[in-house]
């Protein structure tokens, strides 16, 4: 069974930083692009970031541009975004999300991804 967990949320202040880890289980993403989106009260979940299978190319929402970063290690079954500059604006529940093959840095739709995760919250105070 395919498992994608999510963990590091918590409550930051403006300015400040956190760093979200997904561990995958049940299978090996290595050869598939990994994505994180969010979803804030009241919105629809909206695409955050992608890393492509080798961890070589990477695509961003241009709301994080600059502040968040993606990363992937393959020897673990990890994706990491470590976010800076946090704004209370990216306060929502993030998920890892995950193709059930390949896939492209470009996937930034709900409908791209076949896996995801519980998510984790992160809260942003002002």
């Known amino acids: 069974q395919v498992q994608l967990v999510e963990s590091g949320g918590g409550l930051v202040q403006a300015g400040g930083s956190l760093r979200l880890s997904c561990a995958a289980s049940?299978?090996?993403?290595?050869?598939?692009?990994m994505g994180w989106f969010r979803q804030a009260p009241g919105k629809e979940r909206e695409f955050v970031a992608a890393?492509?299978?080798?961890?070589?190319?990477?695509y961003y929402a241009d709301s994080v541009k600059g502040r968040f970063t993606i990363s992937r290690d393959n020897a673990k079954n990890t994706v990491t975004l470590q976010m800076n500059s946090l704004k209370p604006e990216d306060t929502a529940v993030y998920y890892c999300?995950?193709?059930?093959?390949?896939?492209?840095?470009?996937?930034?739709?709900?409908?791209?991804?076949?896996?995801w995760g519980q998510g984790t919250q992160v809260t942003v105070s002002s």
């Open positions: 999300a995950a193709p059930k093959s390949g896939g492209s840095v470009y996937y930034t739709g709900l409908n791209d991804y076949d896996y």
């Open positions: 049940g299978r090996t993403f290595s050869k598939h692009t």
């Open positions: 890393i492509s299978w080798s961890g070589g190319n990477t």
